[in-house]
């Protein structure tokens, strides 16, 4: 079966939902929640994304391409939080066995990988993934009383479960969610929801004002070893630039880019890196840069950057292995390049995502414990669910 192709970007989906949802998106501080996100993922989809809605007394779904039912199940009238005791969001994306085989976000790869037992893609696909689709954060938006969120999220939960089932899907999951977010786990679980453990994810919320008290705040031996890496890349010829994404950048960072997935023993579609850097272009303007690493004047690495508001999203990277030997050009990158631009532009955190944990973790991050949540709509699906180590 051969994908469609990605449906043309839309701005009629998002404004069709009600007045107060749309602000609750704008209000958003987290970039995998944001309109523009929301813009990078309708722009890459194969398949619309599914929006989900709880306003008041109200509930819809709209599909990303503007042909759902956004307006039919329900306008809401802007008041719903604060009169129906809260309204809440969530974007949901398709995953099918034809999807891009990314064991971080295709359900079946996803806890095949996570070591809990080969699940067949037909038993728990096609998969609804609620809150987003890109690994370190489920993302789930409400306002209203705090009393009512966790009636207000099983209410969400609830009826994204009836919209992805009647499109057809074996599940719907949220693969990171908080695992403090008692109240998004309370929703889940009255829905019959299987909790497994997910990746943990790391932010680096920056001391001081300058890379000097990001060093001064580590361990006395390892702000030593820090200091002699720079030295060493600066002997070794590496010089590390930061600026805004361009066309021409997808051409010889994209190829990089899956050779660091095939390193691990993972896959990924050309075609969806490609786009997805596109959308970065056309979505996110000059919050999407490049860092751009070079020795002796060639390229030989990047890490994709992107920001919102005050935090800086690491996202993808690539570097040729054998053009960086001896010398620690990745830790260079994303540690001493990456902090010293946030330093300097403002930003207060840098988000990490997931993998790598020690590293991160000496090197000041904070680990956020993540919960995968995993709710059958199959006969199929629970009984592959049961079957989990």
Same mark, same amino acid.
């Given at each position: 079966?051969?994908?469609?192709?990605?449906?043309?970007?839309?701005?009629?989906?998002?404004?069709?939902?009600?007045?107060?949802?749309?602000?609750?998106?704008?209000?958003?501080?987290?970039? #995998?929640?944001?309109?523009? $996100?929301?813009?990078?993922? =309708?722009?890459?989809?194969?398949?619309?994304?599914?929006?989900?809605?709880?306003?008041?007394?109200?509930?819809?779904?709209?599909?990303?391409?503007?042909?759902?039912?956004?307006?039919?199940?329900?306008?809401?009238?802007?008041?719903?939080?604060?009169?129906?005791?809260?309204?809440? /969001?969530?974007?949901?994306?398709? %995953? *099918?066995?034809?999807?891009?085989? $990314?064991?971080?976000?295709?359900?079946?790869? %996803?806890?095949?990988?996570?070591?809990?037992?080969?699940?067949?893609?037909?038993?728990?696909?096609?998969?609804?993934?609620?809150?987003? !689709?890109?690994?370190?954060?489920?993302?789930?938006?409400?306002?209203?009383?705090?009393?009512?969120?966790?009636?207000?999220?099983?209410?969400?939960?609830?009826?994204?479960?009836?919209?992805?089932?009647?499109?057809?899907?074996?599940?719907?999951?949220?693969?990171?969610?908080?695992?403090?977010?008692?109240?998004?786990?309370?929703?889940?679980?009255?829905?019959?929801?299987?909790?497994?453990?997910?990746?943990?994810? %790391?932010?680096?919320?920056?001391?001081?004002?300058?890379?000097?008290?990001?060093?001064?705040?580590?361990?006395?031996?390892?702000? &030593?070893? =820090?200091?002699?890496?720079?030295?060493?890349?600066?002997?070794?010829?590496?010089?590390?630039?930061?600026?805004?994404?361009?066309?021409?950048?997808?051409? $010889?960072?994209?190829?990089?880019?899956? *050779?660091?997935?095939?390193?691990?023993?993972?896959?990924?579609?050309?075609?969806?890196?490609?786009?997805?850097?596109?959308?970065?272009?056309?979505?996110?303007?000059?919050?999407?840069?490049?860092?751009?690493?070079? !020795?002796?004047?060639?390229?030989?690495?990047?890490?994709?950057?992107?920001?919102?508001?005050?935090?800086?999203?690491?996202? &993808?990277?690539? /570097? *040729? &292995? =054998?053009?960086?030997?001896?010398?620690?050009?990745?830790?260079?990158?994303? %540690?001493?390049?990456?902090? &010293?631009?946030? #330093?300097?532009?403002?930003?207060?955190?840098?988000?990490?995502?997931?993998?790598?944990?020690?590293?991160?973790?000496?090197?000041?991050?904070?680990?956020?414990?993540? *919960?995968? $949540?995993?709710?059958?709509?199959?006969?199929?699906?629970?009984?592959?669910?049961?079957?989990?180590?």
């Amino acid at each position: 079966m051969t994908p469609s192709p990605a449906p043309a970007p839309s701005a009629e989906a998002l404004d069709a939902l009600p007045v107060s949802v749309q602000t609750l998106i704008g209000g958003t501080g987290h970039l #995998y929640a944001s309109r523009d $996100w929301l813009r990078v993922e =309708e722009q890459v989809a194969t398949e619309p994304p599914l929006y989900a809605w709880v306003d008041g007394d109200s509930a819809g779904t709209g599909a990303g391409d503007g042909d759902g039912d956004s307006a039919g199940a329900g306008t809401g009238t802007g008041r719903g939080g604060a009169d129906g005791g809260g309204t809440a /969001f969530a974007a949901a994306y398709r %995953f *099918d066995a034809d999807s891009n085989p $990314w064991p971080y976000a295709r359900l079946d790869l %996803f806890l095949r990988q996570l070591g809990l037992g080969e699940v067949a893609a037909d038993a728990v696909l096609p998969a609804y993934l609620l809150g987003g !689709r890109r690994p370190g954060h489920s993302r789930v938006l409400t306002t209203g009383r705090p009393e009512a969120r966790a009636a207000l999220l099983t209410r969400l939960v609830g009826h994204a479960a009836e919209a992805a089932a009647a499109r057809g899907a074996a599940s719907l999951a949220a693969l990171y969610c908080d695992r403090s977010d008692d109240d998004l786990a309370a929703a889940f679980a009255a829905h019959g929801g299987v909790r497994v453990d997910s990746y943990t994810s %790391f932010v680096l919320d920056l001391p001081g004002s300058s890379w000097d008290d990001w060093l001064a705040s580590l361990p006395r031996k390892r702000r &030593q070893n =820090e200091i002699h890496d720079s030295r060493k890349l600066a002997e070794s010829g590496v010089h590390y630039s930061i600026a805004p994404l361009t066309h021409a950048d997808i051409d $010889w960072i994209v190829p990089l880019e899956l *050779d660091l997935y095939s390193k691990y023993g993972n896959d990924y579609l050309v075609d969806e890196a490609r786009a997805l850097h596109r959308a970065y272009l056309d979505r996110l303007g000059p919050d999407a840069l490049l860092l751009r690493a070079e !020795r002796d004047g060639a390229p030989v690495g990047f890490v994709s950057l992107v920001r919102k508001g005050d935090t800086l999203y690491l996202r &993808q990277a690539g /570097f *040729d &292995q =054998e053009a960086c030997a001896g010398t620690p050009v990745y830790f260079g990158a994303v %540690f001493h390049a990456a902090v &010293q631009w946030a #330093y300097a532009h403002g930003i207060t955190s840098v988000d990490y995502s997931i993998s790598a944990d020690e590293v991160k973790l000496r090197r000041g991050c904070r680990a956020l414990e993540r *919960d995968a $949540w995993i709710l059958p709509l199959s006969q199929g699906a629970r009984d592959a669910l049961r079957a989990l180590r």
